[in-house]
């Protein structure tokens, strides 16, 4: 295993996050930011990764499959990773039943499979967000891994299912589960920081690039001198990082990290599957795991 593993992932949501995160369905002015995305931005991060012949996965809700097919075929034609992130893009808390969000992810997994002809090993949760049924669907349904959950920043390890957090006692986090958690964190996602939105005073966007991307290297440095066998998982989308005046800084970022020593870019698949060869039982993981930084062997 490499000494640090980064995996760039890209949520492609398109115009699926105006219409489900920003209730925006009559508004085309809204739509054609995710539209940017789609004709615009995934190009030129396509044209990059190539560049560095970096690994990247690609999180694409089925709405953006079936509304934008040329752009998500050129992302299975260009050999990159496509996972699962929904078929719409809502949050699985806000399904009336089990059997609804269910539907939903079936009809995601089938999206992707019409595209690339095999079906996705991995989830990352609309809004990074979970209903008490999320993680017995993806169980039921065979997913070897997610990224949604923020428990460990830089370490992998099994989702604990099975939580309880009662009103009048403590909480209960329950016990491993087989799936495997590539962290997913907000510290290292490009939306909140750097998209105007209008009607969420937390998300008005305009963050300094360069705070935001200071952000990831000082996280990525910390991790590479500190967590052995560390995964970086950043998550970024086309409408956002794809904007000309991110780019050079995104360049620069794969460039810094490609110069270090023993790092390896990878698909979230690979990530999960050198996880899980390492640790095979989830029911002999350990909580001390998430502290003992120095395991490397
Ligand atoms: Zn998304």
């Given at each position: 295993m490499s000494r640090a593993t980064v995996c760039i992932s890209y949520h492609f949501d398109a115009v699926s996050t105006w219409l489900w995160?920003?209730?925006?369905?009559?508004m085309p002015t809204r739509h054609s930011r995710g539209v940017f995305g789609a004709e615009i931005g995934a190009h030129r991060l396509l044209d990059l990764h190539d560049e560095y012949d970096a690994d990247a996965t690609w999180c694409i809700p089925g709405h953006t499959i079936e509304s934008f097919p040329e752009i998500c075929g050129e992302v299975a034609d260009r050999g990159y990773d496509i996972q699962h992130?929904?078929?719409?893009?809502?949050?699985?808390?806000?399904?009336?039943?089990r059997e609804a969000e269910q539907a939903d992810i079936e009809r995601g997994i089938d999206a992707i499979y019409d595209l690339t002809g095999e079906k996705p090993t991995g989830y990352a949760s609309p809004a990074w967000d979970f209903s008490e049924h999320t993680l017995e669907i993806l169980l039921d349904l065979g997913f070897e891994w997610d990224s949604s959950i923020m428990t460990s920043d830089f370490k992998p390890h099994y989702v604990y299912g099975g939580w309880e957090a009662p009103e009048d006692g403590a909480y209960d986090r329950g016990e491993p589960v087989d799936i495997v958690e590539l962290p997913a964190s907000w510290e290292r996602d490009d939306f909140p920081a750097l998209t105007y939105t209008w009607s969420r005073p937390h998300r008005m966007g305009y963050v300094s690039e360069d705070s935001l991307f200071r952000r990831w290297y000082d996280q990525f440095d910390w991790m590479y001198e500190h967590v052995d066998g560390g995964v970086f998982v950043l998550t970024l989308h086309p409408q956002v990082i794809g904007q000309a005046h991110r780019l050079q800084r995104l360049d620069a970022l794969l460039d810094h990290v490609s110069s270090k020593p023993d790092v390896a870019f990878s698909t979230m698949d690979e990530a999960a599957s050198a996880f899980r060869e390492k640790n095979p039982d989830p029911s002999a993981f350990r909580d001390d795991y998430f502290f003992s930084h120095r395991d490397r062997t």
């Open positions: 995160s920003y209730d925006s369905w009559d992130h929904g078929w719409t893009h809502r949050g699985p808390s806000t399904y009336e039943s």
